[in-house]
């Protein structure tokens, strides 16, 4: 099958759909852009937690946690070195805290509603 190159084609812009073209034959009918449902605010982020509640990744990048956990080492002394294992513990550590920080930051939000 031979390959063929794809037609130029204007977009339409942002996420904006048509009206249904038969709509369009009913009287005093102007074009105009319907604009997509949206979430309410909070479920998104509801979401989002029980996505990374499932899952089992590390939340925060290893390469820059190492770098980071790195840097401060060298501002106490010049001559440290890490094991991976031991960098992997300090990250399991400080997300364990920032979770558990978040998680009673969340409660005492929902209590001052």
């Given at each position: ?5 794809q ?54 990048q ?43 930051t ?8």
């Amino acid at each position: 099958m031979a390959r063929s190159k794809q037609k130029a084609q204007m977009s339409i812009g942002g996420n904006a759909q048509w009206i249904n073209p038969h709509m369009m034959r009913a009287p005093n009918f102007t074009k105009r852009f319907v604009k997509p449902s949206r979430h309410r605010p909070g479920i998104v982020a509801l979401r989002e937690i029980r996505k990374y509640q499932k899952s089992t990744v590390t939340l925060i990048q290893k390469l820059p946690f190492q770098r980071l956990v790195k840097e401060i080492a060298q501002s106490l002394k010049a001559e440290f070195r890490f094991q991976s294992s031991a960098v992997d513990a300090l990250q399991e550590a400080a997300e364990a805290y920032m979770v558990g920080f978040f998680e009673d930051t969340n409660l005492g939000d929902i209590h001052a509603k």
